[in-house]
């Protein structure tokens, strides 16, 4: 029996298991590195989509723009350079990374960067916000699929999800106060924020949700 389009957009409250989720963080498979690989090349689009908007982008690429207009990088290298920093911090927190954790750094960075060079900027309002949604969906689809190989959180994940597990503070009190801090500090660094940033800290969490769901229902028999 077929399900309405509702139901089968219908978000989902946990990381589902799917015939890819590996048992460790470096348990390699062909299947797991590709599905890897095409969520995490998703989110770099995705950026590059909100980024290209003009019309404000998540908080970690505001950060980004605003490196990059300050040193002798493009937006990719700005971008791999704040993870890898981010990914020092895990060392106190004892924290460790895993293959998608390494991959994460290289692969969204890169996407980022081809998608900047292939995705016009717009001036136009109305087609900057068709950017921003476009962009939104794909980071929330890109964050479902790579979430689901179990190979390792993103250096910004990791580190949020260590400094929970260390302090004992709510795990969305200490996103927020992350991304507030680089929200902060990208915006003085001359990063875009606008309405695509407002729409992508109401929108992602329900658009990962969603992703979750529509994997789930394809692979649960």
């Given at each position: 029996?077929?399900?309405?389009?509702?139901?089968?957009?219908?978000?989902?409250?946990?990381?589902?298991?799917?015939?890819?989720?590996?048992?460790?963080?470096?348990?390699?498979?062909?299947?797991?590195?590709?599905?890897?690989?095409?969520?995490?090349?998703?989110?770099?689009?995705?950026e590059?989509?909100?980024?290209?908007?003009?019309?404000?982008?998540?908080?970690?690429?505001?950060?980004?723009?605003?490196l990059?207009?300050?040193?002798?990088?493009?937006?990719?290298?700005?971008?791999?350079?704040?993870?890898?920093?981010?990914?020092?911090?895990?060392i106190?927190?004892?924290?460790?990374?895993?293959?998608?954790?390494?991959?994460?750094?290289?692969?969204?960075?890169?996407?980022?960067?081809?998608?900047?060079?292939?995705?016009?900027?717009?001036?136009?309002?109305?087609?900057?916000?068709i950017f921003a949604?476009?962009?939104?969906?794909?980071?929330?689809?890109?964050?479902?699929?790579?979430?689901?190989?179990?190979?390792?959180?993103?250096?910004?994940?990791?580190?949020?999800?260590?400094?929970h597990?260390?302090?004992?503070?709510?795990i969305?009190?200490?996103?927020l106060?992350?991304?507030?801090?680089?929200?902060?500090?990208?915006?003085?660094?001359?990063g875009?924020?606008?309405?695509?940033?407002?729409?992508f800290?109401l929108?992602?969490?329900?658009?990962?949700?969603?992703?979750?769901?529509?994997?789930?229902?394809?692979?649960?028999?």
């Amino acid at each position: 029996m077929g399900v309405s389009f509702s139901e089968f957009l219908r978000p989902h409250r946990s990381i589902p298991i799917t015939p890819w989720t590996a048992p460790s963080r470096w348990a390699l498979s062909p299947l797991r590195f590709l599905v890897l690989f095409a969520g995490l090349t998703m989110f770099g689009v995705g950026e590059a989509f909100l980024l290209q908007s003009g019309i404000g982008n998540s908080p970690w690429t505001v950060l980004a723009e605003g490196l990059s207009l300050h040193l002798p990088i493009p937006i990719g290298g700005s971008t791999a350079l704040i993870s890898c920093v981010v990914l020092l911090l895990w060392i106190p927190l004892r924290e460790h990374p895993g293959f998608g954790t390494i991959l994460n750094i290289i692969v969204i960075a890169g996407a980022l960067q081809v998608g900047v060079a292939i995705i016009p900027h717009q001036d136009n309002y109305l087609i900057g916000l068709i950017f921003a949604l476009i962009g939104i969906a794909a980071i929330g689809i890109g964050s479902g699929i790579y979430i689901t190989c179990g190979l390792g959180p993103g250096p910004r994940d990791g580190l949020m999800t260590a400094l929970h597990n260390r302090t004992g503070i709510r795990i969305g009190r200490v996103r927020l106060t992350l991304e507030i801090l680089v929200l902060t500090a990208g915006w003085m660094l001359g990063g875009t924020v606008g309405l695509g940033t407002a729409l992508f800290a109401l929108l992602i969490g329900q658009s990962i949700a969603i992703c979750f769901g529509v994997v789930s229902r394809f692979t649960t028999r």
